[in-house]
């Protein structure tokens, strides 16, 4: 635990129960097993301790692989149950398709038609992480626009369909669509208004999993999955292995849960089993400024470049679905950031001309459906919980699919299966305990920085990251976390948890700050060189697609300056 | 409003700069129109020559000279190809001297690179560097005992960082932090602010006295390039006088201090020698007809100026300069539409990895010019007979990663404004 944390233990157990006013008191048996925390060792408690020779052995009740939304949601719902857990992810948070989407909190309007079920879904789920969770949403609104052109018996069935799944939609005329927002094509031929809105992906991830680890769970980053020690019908041990620490980690647990949403199936591999799975890239494009103030999706059925959603200061515009045969590597490509250019200018003719400061892809884990559906954007957005008791692994569960809006859900079912093995009966309440917002977590949230720092910021606190305005004290709340949880870090494990390097220098001179002020507070696990190097490479893949005009003349000043002067590309002496 | 020129000069950088000294020393009536603050801004002091080639092998080069020669053979379209090594030579030659006049001198080995320690801990290989910085190429050389100072609220030039970057090769580095001598409002300090301050006599006895307790072994002190908006050479030894060891500056980031003494020294020198020098306007077009520049439209806010003239130089850079425009798909000439040699597709521009030593495509793209520095057009031939370009705008080099940007911006100066007057 951290010296910054609000909440520990007990107290916190306490705390979030309150909160589910109709939820029956744990048992005593329950709350003990979850104050003892994930592990039966005291290891981990601290952070340097970890880097010790040999294999070390962790007991556990459960084991999730992956720190996406779904695995942080199923970390702090078992932890609410009063269940132990670790979770443990082979890059940072989010790393997947959790970290590389629109963040759109979904109203369910736009899986109508091919998808009604995950459309309910999202209704539902929507509706209860805007109470839950509302300082990781910005509750916008959404339109959905057709333009000249658009398939018109689509427009025509629309209403009715979201009548059928109780999605509430206003219509617009045109005008009122244009006055609402202004950088709308002239060409509208229908509008309507949904309760779409924007999620903050980062900072829920965040916060579900600290809630997770204020009751007890632990997480381990940079932590791979090396093998499954199969006995009599079960996983009896998972071997891990992490980041620049030389000894393995034998985690023996009663159940284990793969979260790892498109790497569901190399997981589920090391078991010896075959998943239905599909991986489905999609790019994105950030533009800065923001566009809208609205989500913008295209009123048509689901396809690729519709949607533009804003996201703090910037907008994100997407997407594409590209199949890909494995999860990595997955970048985005020049072609992809053209077409999506040229897409969204349909309905935002400006986005023709405006900057883009970065590209990012993602992989949604899609489940095949047989031959009938012949593209990926057909495959449904639903998520499946897998048992693999039938294929003889018993305490195996496989979560994947889903939807960023849908995680809770899609985390509850999973716990609920885990917990009848285990012979749990706490309910889930995750549909009443709302988040625990921490101050760590707000810098996160793009624009937030600036807004503080306008406000009356602390004028001795340095700007680290200028074109997003995070200071020192941000870096200094997210060391403090990053230090305690004894993993060696990079920058790129900063810029996760701030806005450092996503604004429009991508890097150039907040990298290079980032990695003297770890020099100097002696805290960087690696050279400054390589942190640097690290990062700038980092932020490359998202970088390379969208250079032209203003990001090409920003590009030229960072390379002048990294390459140039610093010579960053030659062997370091 | 017209005005007339022998030449005008579009670009306020290191090229531009040098050609209007080598026009202005040939008596050129000259005017040289700067959009920006220029490039010089960007510019770390150091000038180099050659340092690297190939590029992709990495291959550093102590004698510059035998590295043009190689280049000469394997990039024959490389703009130092277009430049004898007596041009070349005779180029640095002028305008160090030039500098040197006007209280900027710049020291190096006869013929031979020398190297540094940048402001991130690094080496840098580099021709020639300011009289302020020459200190720590020796000290380096013989691994002195030094002790490296930063100041507080410096965000990017860390003494710690460098200390642990330099150790492999500098091993005996000391890093130590102070509260700059001088009080600013908030808590960041900047490198411009910083050197006006010092400027102040008694500012710069503060900071002599503030290090005098620390230097303990110290045979030198390294500290960031900001000692001094002017007369930098006096700060400095004024400054090792009363602590009693010499000092050194070590080039930091942008805004780059030492660029700003180049910028100030030639602006001031040339503008006294008749020079005019239309900042903050941008060169919008140049008025042609048939293969002739006849005048070169100027404007700024409320203002617009044609310059009538009989030469016109493009020193406008590439894309930050403003020279070159990067379309989504092509790469343009900014004011001319002149053809710009190019990959043929965005995919081509840049590798996939940022730090290729290979360097990336988009870098070699550029004018091709003929032998007289002239810019190729659509038809194989000089684009206009009285239209040069020069400096980083050029095709056919990668300045950044060949560390040759100075010495083409100096050479191809150089050929051009020679190119003029032979043609006059």
Known sequence: ????????????????????????????????????????????????????????????????????????????????????NLVVEQADINAGASGANHGLLHSGARYVSNDPVSARQCKDESRLLKRLAPECIEDTGGLFVAIAGDDENYLAEFPGLCAEQGIRIRELQPQEALDLEPSLTKDIIAAYLVKDAAINP?????????????????????????????????????????????????????????????????????????LPLVCSKGTLLVSQPRITRRVINRLRPPADGDIVTPAGTVSLIGTTSVRLAEPEPCDPTINEVDFLVSEAARIIPSLAEARYIRAFAGVRPLLFQGEAAEKD???????????????????????????????????????????????????????????????????????????????????????????????????????????????????????????????????????????????????????????????????????RPVLWGTQLAQEELQEALHCGLFGLELESP | MSEKYDLVIIGGGLAGMAAAFFASQRKLQTAVVASTAGGLLFASG????????????????????????????????????????????????????????????????????????????????????????????????????????DFKGMKEFRASQIVENARPVWPSLRAVTLSFPFGFPGAERHNVAMAQALQSPEVLTRLASSIRPLVGQAELIGVPSIVGLQRAEKLLAEL?????????????????????????????????????????????????????????????????????????????????????????????????????????????????RFLDPRGHPINQAGLAVDRFMRPIGCDGHCAYENLFAVGSLLAHQDWMRMKCGAGLALATAYAAVTSFIDSQ
Not at chain 2, 322 to 344: D, N, S
């Open chain 1, 377 to 543: 954007r057909q495959l449904s957005r639903g998520f499946l919980v897998l048992d693999h008791a039938a294929e003889g692994v018993n305490n195996f569960v496989t979560v994947t699919g889903g939807k960023l809006t849908t995680f809770r859900l899609m985390a509850e079912k999973t716990a609920d299966l885990v917990c009848e093995r285990l012979g749990v009966s706490a309910p889930c309440i995750t549909k009443k305990v709302p988040l625990q917002p921490r101050k760590a977590r707000q810098w996160t949230e793009a624009g937030k920085p600036a807004r503080k720092w306008l406000q009356g910021g602390d004028s001795n606190d340095l700007l680290l990251c200028e074109c997003e305005m995070v200071p020192r004290s941000a870096v200094d709340q997210i060391l403090a976390d990053l230090v305690a949880q004894g993993v060696p870090f990079d920058l790129s494990d900063i810029a996760l948890r701030s806005r450092v390097g996503k604004g429009s220098c991508q890097g150039a001179f907040c990298g290079l700050r980032l990695a003297a002020y770890l020099s100097e507070k002696k805290v960087a696990d690696f050279r400054s060189t390589e942190l640097l190097s690290r990062f700038l490479e980092e932020r490359w893949h998202g970088l």
């Open chain 1, 202 to 274: 980062f900072r829920l991830t965040l916060e579900n999993l600290d809630q997770a680890e204020a009751l007890g769970a632990r997480l381990l980053r940079h932590t791979r999955v090396v093998r499954f020690e199969l006995r009599g019908g079960r996983i009896s041990r998972v071997l891990l292995r992490q980041r620049g620490v030389e000894h393995d980690v034998a985690v023996k647990a009663e159940q284990v849960i793969n979260a790892t949403g498109a790497w569901a199936k190399n997981i589920a591999a090391l078991a010896g089993l075959d």
């Open chain 2, 240 to 352: 090792a006088e009363q602590v009693g060891v010499p000092f050194f500056e070590i080039p930091a980031m942008p805004p780059s201090v030492p660029g700003l003494r180049l910028k100030e020294t030639l602006e001031g020198r040339l503008t006294s020698r008749g020079v005019r020098f239309l900042t903050g306007r941008r060169a919008v077009a140049v008025q042609t007809r048939q293969r002739h520049c006849q005048s070169v439209i100027v404007r700024g806010e409320h203002y617009e100026k044609v310059l009538t003239t009989r030469g016109v130089l493009l020193a406008s850079g590439r894309f930050l300069g403003g020279g070159l425009r990067a379309e989504r798909g092509r790469l343009c000439e900014a004011i001319l539409g002149l053809p710009v040699y190019q990959p043929q597709t965005r995919e081509q521009w840049h590798r996939q």
């Open chain 2, 46 to 149: 150091v000038l180099d020559l050659l340092g690297i080639h190939p590029i992709g092998e990495q291959r550093c080069w102590t004698n510059p000279w035998q590295g043009i020669a190689a280049l000469r053979r394997d990039c024959p379209k490389h703009p130092y190809a277009l430049v004898a090594d007596s041009d070349l030579a005779a180029s640095w030659q002028e305008f160090l001297q030039f500098l040197a006049q006007g209280g900027l001198h710049y020291q190096g080995r006869t013929n031979h690179n020398v190297t540094l320690i940048t402001g991130f801990g690094t080496l840098k290989t580099t021709f020639r560097v300011p009289r302020t910085m020459w200190p720590g190429v020796l000290g380096l050389l013989e691994k002195k005992d030094a002790l490296i100072v």
């Open chain 1, 1 to 84: 635990m951290t010296g910054s944390r609000e909440l520990s233990g007990y107290f916190a157990k306490a705390k979030l129960l309150k909160a589910a006013a109709s939820y029956r008191q744990p048992s005593t048996d329950q709350l003990c097993r979850c104050r003892q925390g994930a592990f039966r060792t005291s290891y981990l408690t601290t952070g340097k301790s970890l880097r010790r020779k040999g294999t070390v052995r962790v007991e556990t009740q459960v084991l999730i692989i992956g720190a996406g939304v779904t695995g942080a949601g199923l970390s702090r719902d078992l932890a609410l149950r009063g269940v132990a």
